[in-house]
């Protein structure tokens, strides 16, 4: 019986190993990419020798492909994010290809920047009685690199509100972020409190920058609160019986002013140009005072932001300027209120080419071909 030849061969040519398809992220930063094998395998010669081959499309620009079918190299060119497909082709060492042989992929670029932003925690509440100034919101500002496409998380910390003659404790402002970078709220104000004047209301709340002490009728400079390093600074201390003045709150850039024959200012704010216009933040409220037949007077808020301190006649300290993260004012005598603490502010700015454009919160958006710039007054997110 005769045996057809051809019958009895069967072809065998290379078959992928790696998948089809999407490769993943890949980063344009001016490094080279960590080195890409691809694997293809001829089943019936496992010993065979692969080579591989660019037979459609590109590789992005700056990377390789050897021989061997490692694909390396360092991205560049690119100005906005992209997908780029290619084919490659894997011949076995008898350079016979098959429909197998052939696979088909995809990279997705990314192209690294930098974001600035300027995260401002809430300012705290100015105290209650010739009560301290309130501390002004953490101050940060630097710039972060986006690496890969992610949410980031934002939150914007409100403003405390100033004390009562209730409660007679201001209250700190809340906490800002981007992502992982923490501005802590500012402290709240000391109040001249009811009966023994406890130092738990005297003294100033610390925070981002510290608020500041309160007056009292007993023979003690209650201090000020304590700021956080890096973003703010101490609140001044409140005097001693008369002449019945109170410390200011911290601010960005200095203390808050100390209690003399005059209550204490707020300690001043940190300018930033990042919204392409100069404007103050994180300024401290000034102290409350007596002001009586002694003549003492109330601090006033930093960089114009911060509170006023209340004076005579029951005065309320002053409200800070929102969406600056300053202090409130303390409150005068007998019976004047802390002025509130503003509320902070994330403000972002990045590229224009990179801007995704993919937000939550409603943030506002300043652009042109140059760059973007999202003020972000409440909570929300970014996508890289």
């Known amino acids: 019986m005769a045996y057809n030849k051809k019958l009895l061969y069967v072809r065998s040519v290379a078959s992928w190993d790696t998948p089809e398809g999407d490769l993943g992220i890949f980063v344009q930063n001016g490094n080279p990419i960590e080195p ?44 906005s994010q ?3 497909n290619f084919t490659i082709t894997a011949t076995d060492d008898e ?3 098959g429909v197998v042989s052939v696979r088909s992929f995809s990279m997705r670029l990314f192209i690294s920047y930098s ?47 100033g004390a009562n003659l209730t409660s007679f404790k201001a209250a700190n402002g809340a906490n800002s972020s981007f992502g992982d970078i923490l501005a802590i709220g500012g402290g709240g104000g000391g109040s001249y409190g009811p009966g023994a004047n406890a130092s738990s209301v005297a003294i100033g709340g ?6 500041g002490g309160a007056s009292s009728e007993d023979p003690t400079n209650y201090s000020g609160g304590t700021g956080t390093a890096g973003q703010g ?16 709150g911290g601010g960005a850039t200095s203390a808050g002013g100390n209690a003399g024959s005059n209550a204490g200012n707020g300690g001043s704010g940190a300018s930033s140009s990042i919204t392409n216009v100069l404007n103050f933040y994180a300024a401290g409220g000034g102290g409350g005072s007596y002001q009586s037949s002694n003549g003492s007077l109330p601090g ?13 006649t029951n005065a309320p ?22 002025g509130n603490g503003s509320s902070g502010i994330v403000i972002i700015k990045m590229p224009t080419p990179n801007y995704t454009g993919i937000t939550t919160g409603s943030p506002s958006v300043i652009t042109d071909s140059v760059s973007t710039i999202l003020i972000y007054n409440g909570s929300g997110t970014y996508t890289t």
Not at 206 to 211: L, T
Not at 233 to 248: A, E, I, L
Request: proline share 5%.
């Open 115 to 161: 974001i600035e932003y300027l995260v401002v925690a809430g300012g705290g509440g100015g105290g209650a009685r010739f009560g301290g100034g309130g501390g002004a919101g953490g101050f940060l500002t630097s710039t972060y690199t986006a690496n890969s496409t992610s949410i980031i998380p934002i939150s914007v910390g409100a403003g405390a509100p």
């Open 317 to 338: 300290g002053t409200s800070a300027v929102e969406n600056t993260g300053s202090g409130g004012g303390g409150g005068g005598y007998p019976d004047g209120v802390g």
């Open 300 to 312: 006033t808020g930093g960089s114009s932001i911060g509170g006023n301190g209340g004076g005579p």
């Open 206 to 211: 610390s925070g981002g920058s510290g608020g």
């Open 82 to 84: 992209e997908t780029v």
């Open 233 to 248: 600074n101490n609140g001044g201390f409140g005097s001693q019986k008369s002449p019945y003045t109170s410390g200011g």
């Open 36 to 79: 890409f094998q691809f694997i293809a395998t001829e089943v019936k010669e496992p010993d065979s020798v692969i080579s591989y081959s660019l037979t459609e499309g590109s590789l992005p620009n700056g990377l390789s492909l050897s021989s061997s079918g490692e694909m390396s190299g360092t991205i560049s060119g690119y100005v």
């Open 95 to 97: 350079g016979e290809v």
